[in-house]
């Protein structure tokens, strides 16, 4: 839900800066790095550094797990699990882990293909016939179970009204799947383009709870919790969680438990001490103790993605089988794992094979400074002692025309698509003997320097990149797990010159607003239509400014998007009253025109250019919107 909530309220916002992005914006430099403090080497460093930026931000409780492949090392928990009554936290608060519960999905599905019970290219279709989506390639391209793990099945990510979902936790997955399955309907041919999509790990643990005979969380309970000593793991709020669980606070605000409409997607609560043992798990290549509870080959195949487009050419890096592929700034060194992120809590587990390292970090706030700063400690840390780097070798000829601007064609969501269409210009360049990719908004950033044939990722060492041929768009560039399809340039800097052009009327028509204004409280009444051809242009500004503040306003949690309240229906009756004053703009600007020439050109000018912008809105289906829908 962050992610929707943030892609809704930054749309306004992200078009007026847009606006003043003209040209050279793919080239920006980044500042100059500022001067670190000492380098983190002991773990007594570590620990002290963690403390004091803990403390420093106001991070209520941290849980804190490092293990190497000789077992934990620091199992912790740092200060206090529920401030209000003032209980300590140790190596045993749980913590919510959000969508690093997906991980227990994945291992779940491989024990069942290590057993002969599933196969990863098994149809959707064919194992849970009874669970409704839609794929318009189903008869030739059907949804396959490793597309619900690698999220390439096309399916949007939850939408808000599954979002706005808050009862009790013992739903069925089965029912839950059934109370809002509009989201699930292929955008694209299956196993093409990956788009992050919660709801297709559901669909798998549904499957594993229907092969195994199981329950879903007793399956990984039996399978997983019990043989890796995960004493205290538990999808639900139970007596553990109400007594040693932490308290979760966004903006210094106490938040109440939230459930979750699809427990095994994000409803786990774990401690350090479980995570811990996790992490030894797969340092140990699926063995922990004496026994081997997954095989290496699996785990192994957890960490890549198949499916997608980029995989046949050898893409490595992006998004695996319910995993994700990190590094700790550029390093060159990949860490597997997942994050997790609800309303007051951030979670972070990941391992490193090529390390044998691992670590998890759980939050009792949404404080990323908090997160960014340990990381960055880590990085300092764990990888003190440098890799040999692959050799920097010439451009191959696949990449020689890859300089250009592109847009990315795998949004998340496609009710936001009208914001990523945007956001995700961005200009691939060669610098030397590697990539660089810059976006709209200014800054660099290396995407990849060129090892053999390959474009390797400069964060963690992977293959990143390919040429690849989609279906529906042509040839697109893979880079990581998103798709780029090329644009021509002055389609962008038209895009921009439109942004740039209606901000500066809309602020133009404001303030000839405000001394028409002016001009009433000085008895100096101007004509009704000079009036009324100002101000129908300057309330449309205003509605749509509404479209970006009324969850400010009026209420921004995923209950207020995802159902009908004051902030869902302001955002779907300003949109519509948006495009009612647009066209009466355009109306009243034609017949001033026709009368009086261009004497008011400001305000017909704004006019054309909300048109522009209502005919964007309007492609894309947001007049009007119900996000509740």
Not at 280 to 297: D, E, R, T, V
Not at 436 to 451: M, N, P, V, W
Not at 464 to 492: C, H, K, M, W
Request: a neutral charge.
């Amino acid at each position: 839900m962050r992610d929707f909530l943030w892609r809704w309220k930054s749309s306004i916002g992200l078009i007026f800066a847009l606006s003043c992005v003209l040209s050279g914006a793919s080239h920006a430099q980044a500042p100059a790095p500022a001067a670190k403090a000492q380098a983190v080497r002991t773990l007594e460093q570590l620990k002290a550094g963690v403390e004091a930026i803990r403390i420093k931000n106001g991070t209520p409780a941290l849980g804190i797990a490092l293990v190497s492949k000789d077992g934990p090392y620091w199992v912790a928990g740092l200060g206090e699990a529920r401030p209000e009554s003032k209980l300590k936290a140790d190596e045993n608060t749980l913590f919510r882990m959000a969508s690093a519960s997906k991980l227990f999905v994945g291992l779940a599905v491989m024990k069942l293909v290590e057993e002969g019970k599933l196969n990863l290219n098994d149809p959707v279709r064919k194992l849970a016939p009874e669970i409704r989506y839609q794929n318009p390639w189903e008869e030739q391209h059907p949804v396959l179970l490793a597309h619900l793990l690698e999220h390439t099945s096309g399916w949007d990510d939850m939408h808000p009204a599954e979002f706005a979902w808050n009862k009790a936790d013992d739903m069925p997955i089965k029912d839950a799947l059934a109370y809002h399955p509009h989201s699930r309907t292929s955008r694209w041919i299956p196993g093409t383009r990956m788009a992050y999509c919660s709801t297709g790990t559901v669909v798998a643990a549904y499957i594993v709870e229907k092969i195994s005979g199981q329950k879903f969380e007793d399956y990984v309970s039996s399978h997983f919790f019990q043989p890796l000593q995960m004493r205290s793991s538990t999808y639900y709020q139970n007596a553990d969680v109400k007594q040693r669980g932490a308290s979760l606070y966004s903006d210094g605000v106490l938040q109440s438990y939230e459930y979750h409409l699809y427990r095994p997607d994000g409803a786990l609560n774990s401690s350090a001490h479980d995570m811990a043992n996790l992490l030894q798990f797969f340092i140990q290549k699926g063995q922990f103790g004496q026994q081997q509870i997954l095989s290496p080959a699996s785990l192994e195949r957890m960490q890549h993605a198949q499916t997608t487009l980029g995989a046949a050419k050898g893409v490595q890096s992006g998004h695996g089988l319910a995993s994700m592929t990190r590094s700790l700034g550029n390093t060159q060194v990949a860490f597997y794992g997942h994050a997790g992120r609800v309303t007051g809590g951030v979670v972070d587990v990941y391992y490193s094979p090529a390390l044998q390292q691992g670590f998890a970090i759980m939050l009792s706030n949404d404080d990323y400074d908090t997160l960014d700063g340990i990381e960055e400690l880590l990085q300092q840390f764990l990888l003190q002692n440098s890799l040999e780097k692959p050799a920097v070798t010439a451009i191959p000829a696949a990449f020689s025309h890859i300089d250009g601007w592109y847009r990315r064609i795998n949004p998340r969501n496609e009710m936001t698509r009208y914001v990523d269409d945007l956001s995700s210009l961005t200009r691939f360049s060669i610098n030397g003997n590697a990539v660089e990719q810059g976006g709209l908004l200014g800054g660099s950033e290396i995407s990849g320097y060129f090892s053999g044939n390959t474009l390797t990722d400069a964060q963690t060492g992977l293959s990143s990149a390919a040429f690849v041929q989609d279906p529906l768009a042509g040839e697109v560039l893979q880079v990581r797990s998103n798709l780029y399809q090329r644009i021509a340039t002055p389609v962008v800097y038209g895009i921009l010159a439109i942004m740039a052009a209606w901000m500066f009327s809309a602020l133009l028509n404001a303030i000839m607003v405000l001394l028409l204004v002016a001009r009433q409280i000085l008895g100096k009444t101007p004509a009704a239509p000079q009036l009324t051809l100002q101000i129908l242009p300057f309330l449309a500004t205003i509605c749509w400014l509404l479209m970006k503040f009324a969850g400010d306003l009026l209420g921004d949690s995923s209950h207020d998007w995802g159902t009908v309240s004051a902030t869902s229906l302001t955002v779907m009756i300003s949109t519509v009253t948006y495009a009612a004053l647009t066209i009466v703009c355009v109306g009243l600007s034609i017949r001033q025109w026709r009368q009086h020439g261009m004497r008011h050109w400001h305000a017909t000018i704004l006019s054309v250019l909300h048109t522009c912008m209502l005919a964007y809105l309007w492609s894309y289906g947001v007049i009007g919107i119900r996000s509740w829908a």
